[in-house]
């Protein structure tokens, strides 16, 4: 596959996982609750990713380091569909974007990388990128006020960029080796069957309350399973190029479109700006480390 060709089928797949997340905002606002979300995404992903693997003849055997990654995977999922719930879904998922950085700083904590201080040189943008798309002093200038508004979901989102930071450390140090098919179906069911117990246990394994919900629901998992899915074919056909980084650091800018479109959430310029400025940094991190 060409470099090009590379780019605009990661940027569709990045798409795919934007949409995806409005998609889980609009059940969720007509009924479905966090965890059903989570399960019913998780499950069918988990059962086509089986599907898969027995297809293609893939060798599936118990992994106990891919557990503990599989409840990091619960933990980010639940986080960051809770919040889209409190915040508009590309605000969200700017704040859940940081996690290549937290990855960094992990490998350099844990000395896995030597510390390389130019890939310092993209945070202060991402800093000032965050703090314009969160638009962090609101209209009136009052950051108390506008932190007491949005700080929930930004802590949730943050929470889920910890979790899913984590997520890459351990599959980079862990499970490197193992097929990404078995790899992704281990976490996939883990979180299915956490979030289904943990759901069950709170009662609150709620379904939507309308169609359009139950449409909401089905697409959710349609989009998330084809996109995961689809990485898997397209990444190893790329070479792991920077381009891959940058394609699909897209994804908060195509919730951006798609939310406005469906949930009638608008930002004001200057946030679209911070929002670009928050993607291009993260790109530029990409871009050095390789």
């Known amino acids: 596959m060409s470099a090009r060709l590379g780019i605009l089928v990661l940027a569709g797949i990045a798409t795919l996982f934007g949409a995806n997340h409005v998609a889980a905002r609009y059940a969720i606002d007509h009924g479905a609750s966090v965890a059903g979300a989570v399960a019913t995404r998780s499950a069918c992903t988990a059962l086509v990713l089986l599907l898969l693997i027995k297809i293609t003849n893939t060798k599936l055997f118990f992994v106990k380091k891919a557990l503990p990654v599989g409840v990091l ?62 638009d962090v002093y609101g209209k009136a200038g009052d950051f108390a006020g506008r ?9 949730w989102a943050f929470g889920a960029a910890v979790a899913f930071a984590l997520v890459v450390f351990f599959n980079t140090h862990w499970l490197k080796a193992l097929d990404g098919r078995v790899r992704t179906f281990y976490m996939m069911s883990v979180t299915a069957l956490l979030t289904l117990a943990g759901g069950a246990a709170a009662g609150a394994l ?15 998992t349609l989009l998330y399973g084809a996109a995961i899915t689809s990485l898997f074919v397209v990444l190893p056909r790329l070479g792991g190029g920077a ?29 679209v700006l911070g929002a670009f400025a928050v993607v291009g940094a993260i790109a530029w991190l990409g871009a050095i480390r390789r």
């Open 206 to 220: 709620a379904l939507p309350g309308d169609p359009g919900g139950w449409v909401a629901l089905a697409l959710l």
């Open 73 to 134: 995977v619960a933990i980010q999922s639940f986080c960051l569909y809770t919040a889209v719930t409190k915040i508009p879904v590309a605000l969200a998922l700017l704040v859940f974007q940081l996690f290549p950085l937290l990855f960094v700083l992990l490998s350099w904590l844990t000395g896995r990388e030597h510390p390389r201080w130019s890939s310092l040189a993209p945070v202060p943008l991402a800093v000032v990128g965050l703090a314009l798309a969160l």
């Open 147 to 155: 932190w007491a508004e949005i700080g929930a979901g930004v802590g």
């Open 243 to 271: 381009a891959s980084t940058i394609a699909l650091n897209f994804e908060p800018i195509a919730a951006l479109g798609i939310a406005w479109v469906v949930l009638g959430q608008a930002i004001a310029p200057l946030q």
